[in-house]
């Protein structure tokens, strides 16, 4: 079964500064999306970046990029000149995309990492 | 927005009781996903329906069931409720197949039992 970690349960930047979050995960599969979502204050879930694990080339939107690493199953976050607006809690999943998926594809989820921005 | 609506928003309720929780998918999405979201526990995948049909199992109790109508709307029942239960329970839609593999997250109903 694949399997999601992220091993920072809280981190801190200062505002204008850059800031990683961590995830690795586990799966037998070579075939699958992973995702960074964001859950600020207000609970609503809202997708911040994609991959596929096929693209070699991290994601990347506007402030946020990815480095991901498919060998060593490991998938960060970074967020570039971080902003107020950015704290919230960081949730990384992983979701099957193979055929052999069909149409069960749920996601699974790290724990999450709550991110603090300092003025 | 999402494109995903759930309601209620907010429901408060006691012990014992049942509640019923909707979700409306974007338009064109097949598959509807339920997720609970507790504090000490994070998200946890309850159920997955495609097109009228269960597909995928999680944690969800005995004492929760879901369904999906023609309208490919769905609804989670809870009963016999338990202060356990108390969380936050997201819906969630996403197309089949070509897709991307993004799911989209209605804003959830937070569910109090007291």
């Known amino acids: 079964a694949q399997t999601v970690t992220q091993s920072q349960p809280e981190m801190s930047v200062q505002e204008a500064e850059t800031v990683t979050l961590s995830c690795t995960y586990d799966t037998s599969e070579s075939d699958y999306y992973l995702f960074w979502y964001k859950q600020p204050p207000s609970r609503q879930m809202i997708l911040v970046i994609r991959q596929e694990a096929y693209k070699q080339q991290n994601a990347t939107e506007n402030r946020f990029s990815v480095n991901f690493q498919k060998a060593a199953k490991s998938f960060s976050l970074k967020i570039s000149d971080s902003q107020l607006g950015d704290a919230a809690m960081y949730f990384c999943?992983?979701?099957?995309?193979?055929?052999?998926?069909?149409?069960?594809?749920?996601?699974?989820w790290g724990l999450g990492t709550s991110l603090a921005v300092n003025p | 927005d999402s494109g995903v609506t759930q309601t209620p928003k907010h429901l408060i309720t006691a012990t014992g009781q049942r509640v019923t929780l909707r979700c409306s998918p974007r338009?064109?999405?097949?598959?509807v996903y339920w997720y609970q979201q507790s504090l000490d526990q994070g998200l946890q995948f309850l159920i997955q329906y495609y097109n009228g049909e269960e597909r995928a199992k999680g944690n969800i109790l005995e004492r929760f069931s879901a369904q999906q109508f023609p309208d490919l709307h769905s609804e989670l029942n809870l009963s016999s409720l338990e202060l356990g239960d108390s969380a936050l329970y997201f819906c969630?839609?996403?197309?089949?197949?070509?897709?991307?593999?993004?799911?989209?997250f209605g804003e959830g109903s937070r569910l109090t039992v007291l």
């Open positions: 999943a992983y979701r099957s995309a193979g055929l052999n998926a069909g149409n069960n594809r749920k996601l699974i």
């Open positions: 969630a839609s996403s197309v089949a197949w070509g897709s991307t593999g993004e799911l989209f």
């Open positions: 338009s064109g999405d097949l598959s």
